[in-house]
């Protein structure tokens, strides 16, 4: 999603009949969406059981559209230091946070973006912007130290690439991903 409004609706009500009830649906906007846009996919899709993400590209207009949305929202573009995490709960902008890591600044920052999420009692998504099997390990590590009721998702880039070039990175398996413990 993203695109035309029409075509994102039609998708996301799509999408949602193909789904068990118990399945998650998050239709990530990637900053798609101009607000009078999200307006109205939000609006088509009131009674849809989806998350919305990062529907605009900037804080104020992702706030625009949750206040007049009653799905739970996942920002995460704009969400790059502990000060705009804190800004964006204050202002309840989000019921989830994506924690990238290389835009938090590395694993360090993240890691605080992560601990200051928790504190907070904020669910959390753990990946990256992209990666393979180094950056996989990095997400799987700082996933695996998430306390789960928190951890909403984590991403593992390396089933994404046709090239490993570690050996032991964490590999998904019927739907889970682990860090070695060696």
């Not at 039609?10 to 193909?18: A, D, F, N, S």
């Not at 835009?103 to 990946?127: C, P, W």
């Not at 570690?166 to 998904?172: D, L, N, Q, V």
Request: hydrophobic share 40%; proline share 5%.
């Amino acid at each position: 999603v993203g695109g035309d409004p029409d075509v994102d609706i039609e998708r996301i009500i799509e999408v949602r009949k193909t789904l068990s009830p118990t399945d998650t649906l998050v239709a990530d906007a990637n900053t798609g969406w101009l607000p009078h846009q999200a307006q109205r996919v939000v609006r088509a899709v009131s009674n849809v059981d989806v998350y919305i993400e990062q529907p605009c590209a900037t804080l104020e207009q992702c706030l625009l559209v949750r206040q007049n949305s009653t799905h739970p929202f996942i920002l995460d573009e704009n969400i790059d230091c502990l000060h705009t995490l804190l800004q964006a709960h204050k202002e309840r902008a989000m019921d989830c946070i994506n924690i990238k890591i290389s835009k938090f600044g590395g694993l360090t920052n993240a890691k605080q973006g992560r601990d200051l999420a928790v504190s907070l009692g904020l669910a959390m998504i753990i990946e990256d912007t992209w990666g393979g099997d180094i950056v996989t390990a990095a997400i799987a590590h700082l996933a695996q130290s998430t306390p789960p009721q928190l951890l909403f998702a984590a991403t593992d880039f390396n089933s994404y690439v046709t090239q490993s070039i570690a050996e032991g990175a964490p590999k998904r398996e019927q739907g889970t991903m682990r860090a070695p413990n060696t």
